[in-house]
């Protein structure tokens, strides 16, 4: 047998493994020091909401009069049974918080899902169509746009009696033209590629060129905003709670919390504080994960990774 044959059977067969784009993302992104903090924060809140209230035999919304405005455990008068101390009608802040993130969560996300899909939807079309199209699809956003989220919040809400599912609509509502305009300005440069003038010339339908051609390249970009976005629609399901036409008592979420304690700031500031501070560590948390997404992206879109 030649040699170079021997050489070729008994040399061990390696496997070269190619590195994506969102790889060495995933690579440059996990290193940072503001990842894994943002990480361990939401990894925490998040288990914590998820897991606590089933263990627990204290009561989100039972009231104990006799309990009072117990000030947190950490303090002079307070109580381990009550770890973050109670409110005017003596429910527990700690578990009371907790749901409120879990609603905040649910409400946001979901928000955040359907502004996403609607507005890469009237992009995709409204870009790749151009025309009649894209005009209506764009005159329509325009005036999605022109309506003041407040205004849109207080004319739904008010006929429509405040729930989860309403606020959520709500707060889609007011997002998905920003999608949509993103996306129709990035499908517009990427229909004038030769890989998509090639796949209609091969006879390739309308249909199969945006979700299997253009998307991928469209999407991906707006996935990292829609990361921070979720930030942002907490903060304006805890303004609509805090003002009264969110979702309403006894379901707690943050904004009503906070408002139930800013008459008591001064002799149980907690009431407000604590459920304060847990909306502001979640949002910490999600903001340094969006950010150091975005971050090493932008560096591997730059050729520094």
């Known amino acids: 047998m030649p040699s170079d044959t021997v050489a070729t ?25 503001e990842f894994k903090l943002g990480l361990f924060l939401l990894v925490v809140l998040v288990g914590a909401a998820l897991i606590y209230p089933h ?25 381990w049974t ?70 849109l919040a207080i004319t739904i809400l008010t006929v429509h009696r405040p729930s989860p599912e309403s606020v959520t609509l709500v707060l889609a509502l007011s997002g998905w033209p920003g999608y949509a305009r993103v996306v129709r300005s990035v499908t517009l440069a990427e229909r004038q590629r030769e890989y998509v003038r090639g796949a209609k010339i091969l006879g390739a339908s309308p249909i199969r060129i945006m979700l299997q051609m ?53 002799n149980a500031w907690w009431i407000s504080t604590m459920p304060g501070a847990f909306l502001f560590l979640t949002l910490l948390g999600i903001n340094l994960v969006g950010s150091s997404i975005e971050r090493a992206r932008n560096q591997v879109l730059e050729g520094r990774i």
Request: aromatic fraction near 8%; proline fraction near 8%; hydrophobic fraction near 55%.
């Open 214 to 266: 253009i998307a991928p390249n469209v999407l991906p970009p707006i996935a990292f905003v829609a990361v921070l976005d979720i930030a942002r629609m907490m903060i304006f399901e805890a303004i609509l709670g805090f003002i009264g036409i969110g979702v309403q008592p006894p379901t707690p979420t943050f904004g009503n919390i906070i408002a139930d304690g800013r008459q008591y700031l001064i």
């Open 82 to 151: 009550h770890l973050l101390g109670t409110d005017q009608l003596g429910r527990d802040l700690f578990l009371r918080s907790l749901i409120g993130l879990q609603n905040a969560l649910m409400i946001s996300v979901s928000a955040v899902i359907i502004m996403f899909v609607v507005g890469a939807i009237v992009g995709l079309l409204a870009g790749f169509y151009g025309g009649i199209i894209d005009t209506v699809l764009m005159r329509i956003t325009d005036a999605q746009l022109a309506v003041p989220v407040i205004i």
């Open 9 to 33: 059977a008994v040399a061990p067969r390696v496997r070269v493994r190619m590195e994506t784009p969102g790889r060495r993302i995933w690579r440059a992104t996990h290193r940072q020091f």
């Open 55 to 79: 263990f627990t035999k204290l009561s989100p919304t039972r009231m104990h009069i006799m309990q009072r405005f117990w000030p947190p455990a950490f303090l002079p008068g307070g109580h």
